[in-house]
């Protein structure tokens, strides 16, 4: 199939000797780094860095500004390059597997035919870089040339690229193999003849997103959004695309024979008021009689729910799109991953209920109950709803309890939250942009790392 390679790729060492790259000491460095810091600056002894063909493996280079320097072919094998900013910077070919690279700014940076190989590139901003293929080659003795490595596309190849910023990037060709790429934003990236096989795609932004003849055999697609992406031709072999959002997609270029998706509803066992029919008995008998609602993986979309009980049925996984569920029932409801955009979750019950991940943008839940729910144990103690890491832009939260939830790292951006009994929960990374927090109520919620926060 197109955009397949072989099992086995070559190794990145090539032909070259260690002897073409020389060493530096960290002082040096730190010399060169001062001037290029006058440089950028344009002041008087400022030089631009040229470190081609250095290696600088295991030096430091946090928090350093590299921006424009020139990389070609640097060896920077495990440096510490953690919060680097390395804008427009030439890495043509520079070796930097291992590296840590975690929070740098590599915006613009040329990274044509680079090693990224196990390097931690988490919410490091590569928006525009060029990671496409690119050979470095030296002279032969008699005349000619013969390549320094043995890949022409940059290798990502086990990386960790949770959160990266990847939009716009020429990412073609490029070996990312079991490469985690969890909440990336690969936003309008072209990611053509990609190998991307086996990789975490878990959250990730894939809107306008060229994955032409890319290989994503068995790579997970949890909560990714593909909204007017290209998939033409691309192999999704035994990829998991449940919970994935796939609106505006042109899928007749592709073969989801095997990959994995959604079940439709005429594929259950019984039809959809039996397994509630058969949920409420399992509720009211404490489990004596009749069976839990495991839907997960179910199309549900504009299934009417309203004032049924649901609470403590599985519907992880669910696409419940403009679903009814106002005044539903879902205490410890598992709805992590669900698809609930635009769905109605007016004043429904749902304490302590399970959100990971889950897609409610557009969602009505104004006057919902999701606070805590007390556990009836020995050791007693509460239950919070959890929404961590869930797409809520847009939803309506009016005067909704969500005391003690756990919205780490959701996207809040332009929610009404107006009236909001916050307190005492975890918005730790939440994305607040331009959200309605007029009257709501913050007190002692974990706001370390929120964005946007305004509170008038």
């Not at 307190?423 to 994305?431: E, F, N, S």
């Amino acid at each position: 199939m197109a955009g397949q390679r072989s099992k086995d790729p070559p190794a990145r060492e090539g032909v070259a000797d260690d002897d073409m790259w020389s060493s530096m000491p960290q002082d040096e460095l730190d010399l060169i780094l001062e001037s290029h810091d006058l440089f950028l600056l344009s002041r008087k002894g400022g030089v631009r860095a040229s470190l081609t063909m250095r290696d600088l493996s295991y030096l430091n280079l946090s928090g350093r500004d590299l921006s424009q320097a020139d990389l070609t072919g640097t060896r920077l094998r495990h440096a510490n390059m953690r919060d680097a900013r390395l804008v427009a910077t030439g890495l043509f070919g520079a070796d930097l597997e291992g590296a840590n690279l975690a929070g740098a700014n590599m915006a613009r940076a040329d990274l044509r035919g680079a090693c990224l190989r196990g390097a931690d590139l988490s919410r490091a901003n590569l928006a525009g870089a060029d990671l496409r293929e690119g050979l470095l080659y030296k002279s032969a003795k008699g005349g000619g040339l013969i390549p320094l490595g043995g890949e022409s596309g940059a290798s990502l190849e086990r990386a960790n690229m949770r959160r990266a910023d990847l939009s716009d990037a020429k990412v073609s060709n490029a070996l990312m193999r079991q490469t985690d790429l969890t909440d990336c934003n690969l936003r309008g990236a072209n990611l053509t003849n990609a190998d991307m096989q086996n990789s975490d795609l878990t959250g990730c932004n894939l809107e306008a997103t060229n994955l032409t003849e890319a290989d994503l055999s068995g790579a997970i697609f949890h909560g990714a959004v593909f909204r007017g992406s290209i998939l033409d031709h691309a192999n999704l072999t035994d990829a998991d695309l449940i919970g994935a959002v796939l609106d505006s997609v042109d899928l007749s270029k592709v073969d989801l024979g095997s990959a994995k998706t959604v079940r439709a509803l005429a594929d259950l066992d019984k039809s959809l008021q039996e397994v509630v029919e058969d949920h409420g008995r399992w509720i009211n008998s404490n489990g004596r009689e009749g069976h839990r609602a495991e839907l997960s993986g179910t199309d549900l979309s504009r299934a009417r729910l309203a004032e049924l009980n649901l609470s403590a049925a599985d519907l992880s996984f669910c696409i419940l799109t403009e679903g009814d569920l106002a005044r539903a029932h879902l205490v410890m409801t598992d709805l992590s991953y669900a698809d609930l955009r635009a769905a109605d979750l007016s004043a429904a019950t749902m304490l302590g209920a399970k959100m990971e991940r889950a897609n409610l943008a557009g969602a009505d839940l104004s006057g919902a109950r999701l606070g805590p729910v007390r556990i009836h144990t020995d050791r007693g103690g509460t239950w919070g709803a959890n929404l961590k890491h869930a797409k809520c832009a847009g939803a309506r939260f009016t005067g909704v309890d969500l005391a003690s939830a756990n919205l780490e790292g959701a996207d809040l951006s332009t929610c009404n939250l107006r009236g909001t009994k916050l307190t005492g929960a975890r918005l730790v990374d939440a994305d607040l942009t331009h959200a309605d927090l007029r009257d709501a109520d913050l007190t002692g919620a974990d706001l370390r790392g929120a964005r946007g926060l305004v509170v008038d």
